[in-house]
């Protein structure tokens, strides 16, 4: 079910809500422009899990329409500060792991509410979310030297002797909190799998 809906109750919420909209604006009838308000309260809350395009049988990706949307709202134009802020979330990420104090600059930054709290209103994040600690390395530059099978391993080989796993790490993972990710490491390597 759509997360946004089940957080809110509110029909405009829904993937059908904001599928109702975006015909209005498609017909133009009711809806005319890019921008109209209507347009833009529809789609807010919307995360673009991708959710709706596996559950409807109709195959509306409303995702995708999402994006489409914005492409054409903004083109040409200066967007919200939010959008590059999150939008570009990887690109900034990937730059406090890899600069030397970058990370422990951020993390101590983040814990002086007023830094903290004009971060979070120019991202659009509610303050009461928890900002995570930022990690001062690379998951790939660490993934490399953890990933080889032990020999201890008790588990049946493949013919060649190995079984191999490709584990793709997101941009969480890669560069905020890689937790999750070294431990799934752990159990592969446990496992017998390199
Ligand atoms: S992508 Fe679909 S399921 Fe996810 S929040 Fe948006 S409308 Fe809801």
Redesign the pocket.
């Known amino acids: 079910?759509?997360?946004?809906?089940n957080a809110t109750k509110n029909e405009i919420?829904?993937?059908r809500g904001?599928a109702r909209v975006l015909e209005e604006l498609a017909n133009g009838e009711l809806i005319a422009t890019w921008d109209d308000p209507r347009v833009t309260r529809a789609?807010d809350?919307?995360?673009?899990?991708?959710?709706?395009?596996a559950?409807c049988p109709a195959g509306?990706?409303?995702?995708k329409y999402?994006s489409e949307v914005y492409y054409r709202r903004y083109r040409g134009k200066v967007r919200p500060a939010s959008h590059y802020l999150l939008g570009r979330l990887p690109v900034w990420t990937r730059l406090t792991a890899t600069i030397p104090g970058m990370a422990a600059i951020s993390n101590t930054a983040m814990k002086i509410p007023p830094i903290r709290n004009l971060a979070f209103k120019i991202a659009g994040i509610d303050a009461r979310r928890q900002m995570p600690h930022l990690q001062s390395h690379l998951f790939n530059n660490w993934a490399p030297k953890h990933t080889c099978a032990r020999k201890t391993s008790s588990v049946p080989r493949s013919d060649n002797g190995k079984k191999y796993v490709v584990l793709w790490a997101d941009s969480f993972s890669q560069s905020i909190n890689d937790e999750g990710a070294r431990d799934m490491i752990e159990v592969l390597v446990l496992a017998g799998y390199t």
């Open positions: 079910m759509c997360p946004s809906f919420d829904s993937t904001r789609l809350l919307c995360l673009a899990c991708k959710a709706c395009a559950d509306i990706d409303m995702a999402r």
